[in-house]
């Protein structure tokens, strides 16, 4: 007993002095802290009503936290069994007459009361977090001794549970197998095959998860079988009992870890001649080779003469050579193709998903295939990076090679760049593997088209620079840090930082490590205009990252002196590198400003949150308008330039205003929700009294005040130009090849209730009051209010739109001319003397059309060539769909119904008078592949239709109840 108190005193102490029991323990409880303190970055239960220190919330933090602690504990479990080994000392230790119970015992229980202390930092997180004074305290719960033992009763059934488990099972690989390496190649298979059975379970869509429930080791499925029908209270009141699915659970995998426990006894062989079997059979395979092969020649040798020569042609043989040499070693190592293996498996799970969008069937084409097979390869990418950046720059260190290597007369430059190319040379070959798999995926799903050039420029164009760039922040980590380990822990921690930070309204990409602006690439347009944005954030991470690259170089180690005060006399001797630093200092400067011009210059730089405080303050300045009497709406005549090539577009127009109040009106007030808005005038005299262009509010003061019954005009010019690109949020109304925007960019009258904040926890945040709710069926006032367009009720429509010359421009209402002028198109389109909503929209691309008449009705779609899949079955479902509500609703009201393609930058559908405006990412790629399941675009399709007579010839007023009216009865 006293050996096995001895050793575990030894793993404590051990760990206790180690400066990362503490920087873990602080990283977790911070996570905690920030999950209750900074929920929009690190909340685990959203925007909503769920507590965030309440029992829900608190079971989801540590089953999250559990799962990602899978790599600590073998960081921790790992080494307390491998310590002897590594450092050679297992020989003496071994001579010594101590227990197994004793040695084995002491370094599990330490390794077990580490992390579990570690994990106990969520625990002291949560509380703290619980009394941080700028929370929503309205959703933090008061910490008592009933929520302390909840906290306790989650911790002991959750983290301490996972670690006797996924803990145990890592002590026993690394004492059976005795190589770092295995044990975390092994937590990078855990995660990743955890995660493939999690899609795999998930996508099967089954409402019965007892079994999976059972067999799940982390617990996600578990407790989804337990809590998925909670409702809110439930969630604030209720924890998983030892009952059901959640008993079953806990005793298997607390077997599983006592048969650990017991596996390790049993088969740890607790004499040296046993653990040093396999070093002896080697060495004596090797001596065995030597005495085969052909005798020392025992006659003097001559040996040539070298000439010696240190030249460019010199420097590149050496770096080509060390490459290849570093190369080798990495495809050597049998843990990397442990990783690629089950990148491939975990890649190939995934690409399932390529083919549906929101659990509807879809063609797999090669943009959603990228999204899917990148998306699931670059958590491997970046685990290869990071172990293998620890690898390159220690091997030397972990072999006692480093003075003899040290001592070589090479630039550091030259040791680095090969380094860092036989990364990228690997980093290379494993985005061909992803592509592949890629390729495989889509002849699976029967799909043909596999549009190499974009597979090339997504993954080597795109994706490379940013795993490039990866790869070397992750030499320089552990070329400065005097820890491996630690250096892992620094890297990953870059890694995963800027998606937590990114919700509490910390977005800018010029501090956000290694973050591109947001893309989407659309088979209307390529990557189109978020080429510029995406290829300068790419360039500015990459000079950041060689400029830093440059300065490690300086303060690199080498030679047994390690210290700081030697690395800084080292940096002194590498002055030729100063230059570089400069240069890559200037290119990163440059190109740091020109992002900054155009996403804080040229561009309005805004986050959420600066995007939520202004429409709080709409709401707070103006909601006192919100009844005022003010005109209506009731005809529309627009004439829209559209320019693709620059995204920008030109609009004058006319609004035929009504009072339709008893009281005559002095005063129009004119809202700009969209920042559109050049000018505005009235066809009597009228002076701007009030103008507020932040928040887009105007008040114009009648000389002759508008009278009930009376007609008057109103003049406007709106417009947006694009300049440059931005840093988020680019408009995705506006495009090179498919633009489409809605009546919404035209000016609004009166104020915009549709503006307000409606999520009661920013609403709280922003100091304003409850959300006012639909109001209830026949109040005075909003019973006269349309539903949709409260500015107007219905009017007549009338515009003239151009576009450039290649393209097709679109809008409601019949097409009456079309005509060429200065190397544009015009299209002139009314509706004549039928009345319709106050929603109409605008469309140019370059179209293939379709049409076919139906009963007096042209159906066309306007769809794009690379999309001739869903044609005829729009084209079905809307025949199918005009002879349905003919006869259940009444007679369609328009001659004819387009439906017009528009990029995937949005996904949805929208019904405007006769024009049905669809995206291709949910309607142009659909597929059927068994008989008996849901035709997605066909549904779509005759929705859209059905919105033709619910809304756009029956419409409700703005009270509870009228939303079915539109939506549930166009189902």
Request: net charge neutral; charged share 15%; glycine share 8%.
């Amino acid at each position: 007993m006293s050996l096995f108190l001895s050793f575990l005193s030894f793993e404590l102490r051990l760990r206790l002095k180690s400066i990362s029991t503490y920087v873990y323990f602080f990283v977790f409880g911070l996570i905690a802290f920030l999950s209750i303190a900074a929920p929009d970055s690190f909340g685990f239960v959203g925007a909503g009503k769920v507590m965030l220190n309440g029992p829900y919330a608190s079971l989801r933090m540590m089953l999250n936290m559990s799962f990602f602690g899978v790599l600590l504990m073998a960081g921790i479990f790992g080494p307390s069994i491998l310590r002897d080994f590594q450092q050679n000392t297992y020989q003496l230790l071994f001579t010594k007459p101590i227990s197994k119970f004793g040695y084995l015992g002491g370094r599990w229980l330490g390794s077990m009361l580490t992390t579990i202390g570690i994990f106990f930092g969520l625990v002291v997180g949560e509380v703290l977090g619980s009394f941080a004074w700028w929370t929503d305290t309205t959703r933090v719960m008061p910490v008592n001794g009933h929520l302390l033992l909840v906290y306790l009763k989650l911790f002991l059934d959750y983290p301490v549970l996972q670690v006797l488990f996924i803990g145990t099972l890592f002590f026993l690989i690394a004492a059976l197998t005795r190589n770092i390496v295995i044990v975390y190649l092994q937590g990078v298979a855990l995660f990743a095959i955890y995660l493939i059975l999690l899609v795999a379970v998930q996508s099967t869509r089954s409402l019965d998860l007892n079994r999976p429930g059972i067999f799940d080791p982390i617990g996600f499925i578990t407790i989804r079988a337990i809590a998925r029908y909670w409702t809110v209270v439930e969630q604030n009141s209720l924890i998983p009992t030892w009952s059901g699915v959640f008993l079953w659970n806990r005793l298997l995998y607390i077997a599983v870890g006592l048969f650990c426990v017991a596996a390790t006894y049993l088969f740890f062989p607790m004499r040296a001649e046993g653990l040093g079997a396999k070093v002896r059979k080697k060495k004596q395979k090797d001596d065995d080779e030597e005495l085969e092969g052909p005798p020392r020649p025992r006659f003097h040798i001559v040996l040539p003469k070298v000439h010696q020569i240190f030249g460019g042609f010199t420097s590149l043989a050496q770096v080509i050579s060390l490459t290849r040499i570093r190369m080798k070693n990495i495809f050597k190592e049998i843990p990397f193709w442990g990783i690629t293996v089950v990148m491939i498996i975990n890649t190939m799970a995934n690409s399932h998903f390529a083919g549906k969008i929101d659990d509807a069937d879809v063609w797999p084409v090669t943009a959603l295939m990228l999204q899917v097979v990148e998306g699931s390869s670059l958590l491997f990418l970046f685990i290869v990076a990071t172990m293998y950046a620890g690898e390159l720059v220690w091997r030397e260190r972990d072999t006692h090679f480093q003075q003899i290597h040290d001592a070589l007369p090479t630039h550091e430059w030259l040791d680095w760049g090969s380094r860092f190319f036989a990364m990228c040379s690997v980093q290379v070959v494993l985005l061909f593997v992803v592509m592949l798999c890629g390729i495989v995926s889509q002849i699976i799903a029967g799909y043909y088209n596999f549009e190499i050039v974009q597979y090339l420029q997504e993954l080597f164009i795109v994706t490379f620079p940013m795993v490039a760039q990866f790869c070397l922040f992750a030499l320089l980590v552990q070329s400065l840090v005097g820890n491996k380990y630690l250096g892992h822990a620094i890297t990953i921690a870059f890694a995963i930082v800027p998606g937590f930070v990114q919700g509490g309204g910390w977005e800018d990409r010029l501090y956000l490590f290694n973050t591109t602006t947001p893309y989407t690439f659309s088979d209307m347009n390529g990557y189109g205009h978020f080429k510029a944005g995406l290829l300068w954030s790419l360039a500015y991470w990459i000079f950041w990252t060689l400029l830093l690259v440059a300065l490690a170089m300086m303060f690199a180690q080498r030679g047994t002196d390690t210290a700081w005060k030697q690395r800084r006399q080292n940096a002194k001797q590498r002055r030729s590198l100063i230059p570089y630093a400069i240069a890559f200092g200037a290119l990163t400067a440059a190109s740091g400003v020109w992002y900054f011009y155009n996403t804080h210059v040229q561009n309005w730089y805004h986050t959420a949150k600066m995007d939520r405080h202004l429409l709080a303050e709409y709401e707070k300045k103006y909601k006192k308008y919100q009844k005022l009497p003010q005109p209506k709406i009731v005809a529309v005549d627009t004439k829209v330039d559209i320019f693709p090539q620059t995204r920008t577009f030109d609009a004058w127009g006319t609004f035929w205003l009504k009072n339709k109040t008893d009281a005559s009106i002095s005063e129009v007030h004119v809202n700009d929700g969209q920042q559109t808005y050049y000018a505005a005038s009235f066809d009597r005299p009228g002076t701007l009294t009030m103008e507020d262009k932040q928040l887009g509010y105007r008040i114009f003061k009648l000389s002759e005040p508008l009278k009930p019954g009376e007609t008057m005009r109103m003049f406007f010019h709106v417009g947006y130009a694009s300049h440059g690109f931005r840093n988020s949020g680019e408009v995705a109304q506006l495009a090179y090849n498919g633009t489409f925007f809605d009546s919404s960019y035209m000016p609004g009258i009166g104020y915009n209730r549709g503006a307000e904040i409606s999520n009661p926890v920013y609403r709280r945040e922003e100091k304003l009051g409850p959300f006012e709710e639909l109001a209830p069926r026949g109040d005075a006032y909003y019973t006269n209010v349309n539903l949709f367009t409260p500015d107007s009720d219905w009017i007549k429509y009338h515009t003239i739109v151009s576009t450039s010359s290649d393209q097709t421009a679109l809008s409601p209402g019949y097409l009456q001319r079309k005509w060429t002028q200065d190397g544009r198109n015009y299209f002139e389109y009314s509706m004549g003397e039928t009345e319709t909503l106050d929603f109409y929209n605008y469309n140019s691309g370059r179209y293939q059309v379709k049409s076919e008449a139906h009963n007096g009705v042209n159906v066309e779609v306007y769809y794009d060539s690379k999309h001739p899949y869903d044609i005829d079955d729009m084209i079905a479902a809307s025949k199918a769909g005009l002879e349905y509500y003919d006869k259940s609703f009444g007679p369609f009201q328009f001659r004819q119904y387009r439906i017009i393609e528009f990029p995937r930058y949005r996904n949805f559908a929208q019904s405007f008078p006769n024009t049905i405006p669809f995206s291709e990412g949910i309607g142009f790629i659909g597929r059927v592949e068994k008989e008996d399941d849901i035709d997605f675009t066909y549904f779509v399709t005759a929705h859209e239709l059905g919105h033709q007579w619910w809304a756009h010839q029956l419409i409700g007023a703005q009270v509870k109840g009228s939303n079915m009216m539109s939506e549930s009865l166009a189902e």
